[in-house]
Every structure is written in C-alpha cells, then in structure tokens.
C-alpha cells in the first residue's frame, strides 16, 4: 500500500492551460504539504495544511491554488501555465508530535510537470 | 531557520564507507538534525536523525560534535543502491508549521562506482 500517492505522475501541457495534481495520504497523518523541486534539485517548500487549515504559504504565484477537502487529501491547481512552471512537484505529510520534539516527512514519488 | 551547507557531490567506490558532512553554523538548541535520502524519480525518504554525539540504525550511522555546528552522515560498505542525493536538514522538526520550512538546499549527490 502506498503511504503518499499521487496523481498523475507524469503531465505534459500547454502554456496557458490549467491543471491538477492530486494527493492522498492513508497514514493518518494530520499535516500535508506540497514542494516543488526544479532542475537542480533545489526542493522548496510551496504550501502545507494541518487538518485542512493553511499555515504555510511560501512566496507563489497565486496562479498556484491548494485545496483540502479533506486531512487525508491535498491536491493543487495551477492556472494559466507558464513555463517555469515545469517541475517535478512532491506532496508530503507528517503528524504534529506533541512531546517529542522529532519529526519525519514522508513523500510521494512525485508529479513532474512540463510546460510547452 | 537554519540553513545547512553540504557538499555538492561525492563519488565512492563500492564497499567503501562515505561520510558526508554537513555545515549548520547557526543551529538552535531545540533543533535536530534530519538527514533524508532521494533517488530518482523518488521523493526523499528519511533516514536518520540525531541531536548530540552519535546515533546509529540499520542504515547509517550520524555523527554530531558537541558544537553541533555540523554533522556527518556515515554509510558503511557502500553499493551501487545507494547512488542517490542525500540531504541534511537542521531545526525544530515536530509541528508542521516548522518541519515544512526546513531547508532542503541541493542535497549532496553521492554516485557509488562500481
């Protein structure tokens, strides 16, 4: 069973077209993320829920839009895509540890995306 | 949050034992250290994680100095599975709000030879 899936795993699209990346993580886990990893293998942090509330919203362009219906579910849409959006994007979770002061992140495999 | 310094790439050769060090000059008493692991076409995995002197599992072991300005990972008798980017990682690791703004950087790409 995969902890952290998503999907798809590959995309290829036109600039200006619209699209999703979906997320579900069945290790019930509270907390949930999306990165985004360029070219040379930067990975930064883009948004992240605890039990579907924001509490990160790095510096994206609001063209990028997550959602969470649900804590098991984060999924992420990108508007009018352009070309530097092309990337390999990772969701993650973790679960908020309330006496030890440890934390583990556990990812998905990834989403490449590719801008024409 | 503190930002780690590591380098870029390394090469071994299979068998031998691979220390990787990381640099974390302005680390903060509550942090821990995180190392996590990526293949390709793979999201990092965890692999160890220490806060003072040495801690050792299955996988690697990690070493810390009593500065904890830096740390080093160790992989013993390394094979050509473990050809993979390897990141370090410094801070408060259990809210989400913290752990998501770690600082991944680059990593360190190991390529094991055989």
């Known amino acids: 069973d995969t902890a952290v899936s998503q999907t798809p795993k590959y995309l290829v699209t036109q600039m200006g077209n619209d699209k999703s990346i979906k997320c579900e993580q069945n290790l019930g886990h509270d907390t949930m993320y999306w990165y985004k990893q360029d070219s040379k293998k930067f990975l930064k942090i883009m948004f992240s829920?605890?039990?579907?509330?924001?509490?990160i919203n790095e510096t994206v362009p609001n063209r990028f839009s997550p959602k969470s219906p649900d804590k098991a579910h984060l999924n992420l849409h990108i508007n009018s895509l352009e070309l530097g959006d092309s990337a390999v994007y990772f969701c993650?979770?973790?679960?908020?540890?309330?006496?030890?002061?440890?934390?583990?992140?556990?990812f998905g495999e990834g989403s490449r995306l590719t801008v024409l | 949050l503190a930002k780690t310094t590591q380098p870029i790439s390394m090469d071994s050769y299979e068998g031998q034992e691979v220390n990787i060090t990381c640099s974390h000059n302005n680390i903060a008493t509550n942090d821990y250290i995180t190392w996590y692991q990526q293949f390709p076409s793979q999201g990092p995995r965890f692999i160890i994680q220490g806060y003072k002197t040495k801690v050792t599992n299955e996988v690697a072991s990690l070493f810390i100095p009593a500065d904890r300005k830096s740390s080093t990972l160790s992989l013993p008798r390394v094979s050509l599975s473990d050809t993979a980017v390897y990141y370090c990682l410094v801070g408060d690791m259990y809210r989400g709000s913290t752990l998501g703004r770690l600082y991944f950087g680059r990593g360190t790409q190991l390529t094991v030879w055989p």
């Open positions: 993650a979770s973790s679960q908020e540890r309330l006496a030890v002061n440890t934390g583990e992140l556990f």
């Open positions: 829920y605890n039990n579907k509330e924001l509490i």
